[in-house]
Nanobody, 119 residues
Framework: QVQLVESGGGLVQPGGSLRLSCAAS????????MGWYRQAPGKQRELVAT???????NYADSVKGRFTISRDNAKNTVYLQMNSLKPEDTAVYYC?????????????WGQGTQVTVSS
């Protein structure tokens, strides 16, 4: 079993910054990839950014140049630094962790953290 704990969401003014964290714990043998997704009210969940075990990153066009994904392998933690936030970034942000556990491959989601960008 793998547990994901997210933190760092909140209310921020347009142009501000937030840093999200997602720590994984449990029976983890290897983490292949981690990522952040978001879901705004009335919309489908969408990819924000992903990072592989080798450090290869991928970003949605809407966040390129503003958001940075990173990972700390020693802590099994993925981060999302969000700068120059816009009202359209308002959503529930979910982390995703894909790897190998004691029982085989797994694919888990975090519980979600609310990010609200508003003046």
């Amino acid at each position: 079993q793998v547990q994901l704990v997210e933190s760092g969401g909140g209310l921020v003014q347009p142009g501000g910054s937030l840093r999200l964290s997602c720590a994984a714990s449990g029976s983890i043998r290897a983490i292949y990839a981690m990522g952040w997704y978001r879901q705004a009210p009335g919309k489908q969940r969408e990819l924000v950014a992903t990072i592989t075990s080798g450090g290869t990153t991928n970003y949605a066009d809407s966040v390129k140049g503003r958001f940075t994904i990173s990972r700390d392998n020693a802590k099994n933690t993925v981060y999302l630094q969000m700068n120059s936030l816009k009202p359209e970034d308002t959503a529930v942000y979910y982390c995703r962790n894909y790897g190998l556990g004691q029982s085989g491959e797994y694919d888990y989601w975090g519980q979600g953290t609310q990010v609200t960008v508003s003046s």
